[in-house]
Every structure is written in structure tokens, then in C-alpha cells.
């Protein structure tokens, strides 16, 4: 979609720039790289990790979905800014084809998780290719689904009054 790519100086910027969560729930740490309808953000493991599990010493692997999504949130923030817009919220609607090759992101390691957009509709319903490796090593793959509407709240008060 998007035929601009974000320059080093801008992908340097805090994660906090391209995402609309706040803290603690920021999962992922820092953009990487960014290609037209692909980017790839890390995530470092600490102890200050949201869902940083002692027992496991690590956050459980089924954290890695929201690892995905807040990648393409990123993704969608860096398209975004490059148009001069302003950061919308969107909505994980599930996935397909999960894998997950690893039970923990571990303690002290780093895992680069790799988005990109196979098929988007006008109305901001998307499919992404994602992946999360631990250095060279594919430790989990999806294809996420979201949807990103023009106008978040009117999107919202219709799905309430729906319901």
C-alpha cells in the first residue's frame, strides 16, 4: 500500500511513536526495518516484560500473537506518519495456520518478529504473514487478520448498539 519507506532516523524514534498503547502494554521494543507493506520490529526479554512468567523464566509463547499484532500496529503507524496521518487503533480478529516451535521467549534473549501484508480490503480489513525468529531460527508463524476502520469510535458505538 504504502510506497514511501521510513528512513533509519525515523525507525530509531521510541516504539510509543508508532503504536497506539501505552505502557506496560507495549510489548514489542523497537522497529528494525521497514519495506513497503513489510516491517520488523525486536522484542528483548527482561524480567519487566509484560507477562514475564519467574516459573518459566520467560513470557509464554502464546504472547507471541500480541507480538505480531503490535508489529503490524507498527507497520500501520509508520504508513501513517509517512502520509502525514494520524496513528488509528485496530482490532486482532484472530489467526490461521498458528505454529508456535518454542513453549517460552526466553530471559535475556531477542526475537525479531517479521510482518507482512498479504491482502487488504478498502474498509481496513487485512491479512498479514507474520513470523518471530530467535536469531536465524523460526520459533513461530501465523496469518493474522485485523481490521483497522476509518472511524474508530463510530465503529465502536455500532458494534454496542449491535450487541
Given at each position: 500500500m504504502s510506497i514511501?519507506?521510513?528512513?533509519?532516523?525515523m525507525l530509531a524514534q521510541d516504539i510509543s511513536t508508532f503504536i497506539p498503547h501505552r505502557a506496560p502494554m507495549i510489548l514489542i521494543d523497537n522497529v528494525l526495518e521497514h519495506r513497503p507493506d513489510c516491517l520488523?520490529?525486536?522484542?528483548?526479554?527482561?524480567?519487566?516484560?509484560?507477562y514475564f512468567d519467574a516459573q518459566l523464566n520467560g513470557v509464554p509463547n502464546y504472547v507471541g500473537i500480541e507480538y505480531m499484532a503490535q508489529s503490524i500496529a507498527a507497520l500501520a503507524g509508520v504508513e501513517a506518519l509517512l502520509r502525514n496521518e494520524a496513528i488509528r487503533v485496530g482490532f486482532l480478529l484472530g489467526t490461521r495456520k498458528l505454529q508456535m516451535h518454542i513453549d517460552t521467549f526466553t530471559?535475556?534473549?531477542?526475537?525479531?518478529t517479521q510482518v507482512t501484508r498479504l491482502y487488504q480490503e478498502e474498509s481496513g480489513l487485512a491479512v498479514f504473514d507474520c513470523q518471530i525468529y530467535h536469531h536465524e531460527i523460526?520459533?513461530?508463524?501465523?496469518?493474522?487478520n485485523v481490521f483497522q476502520p476509518?472511524?474508530?469510535?463510530?465503529?465502536?458505538?455500532?458494534?454496542?448498539?449491535?450487541?
Open positions: 514511501a519507506t521510513a528512513t533509519p532516523a520488523i520490529t525486536a522484542t528483548h526479554i527482561s524480567p519487566n516484560s509484560a530471559l535475556g534473549e531477542s526475537y525479531r523460526l520459533v513461530a508463524a501465523a496469518n493474522v476509518q472511524d474508530t469510535q463510530a465503529y465502536i458505538d455500532e458494534s454496542q448498539a449491535d450487541g
